[in-house]
């Protein structure tokens, strides 16, 4: 009997540290995803950014093009 008690305390004692690991990685996650959220938010906006520059070098290449 006393042997079964010692189990069971053992998987309250290994359940409870299995809750703890598990509430600390979705924690862990939560902060993961809302930094990937960010980096491709940031992400979009350095496309657009790009794509404005590109379309304005093109335009000035046709500028300059119709100038010579």
């Known amino acids: 009997m006393e042997e079964l008690l010692t189990l069971l305390e053992t998987a309250k004692s290994e359940r409870a540290a299995t809750l703890r690991e598990f509430m600390r990685l979705k924690k862990e996650l939560a902060l993961t ?11 979009l906006e350095l496309k657009r950014a790009l794509h404005a520059a590109e379309h304005e070098v093109t335009a000035l290449h046709s500028g ?3 100038m010579t």
Request: charged letters at 45%; aromatic letters at 0%.
């Open 33 to 43: 995803q809302r930094r990937v959220d960010e980096l491709r938010g940031e992400n």
């Open 64 to 66: 300059l093009a119709a």
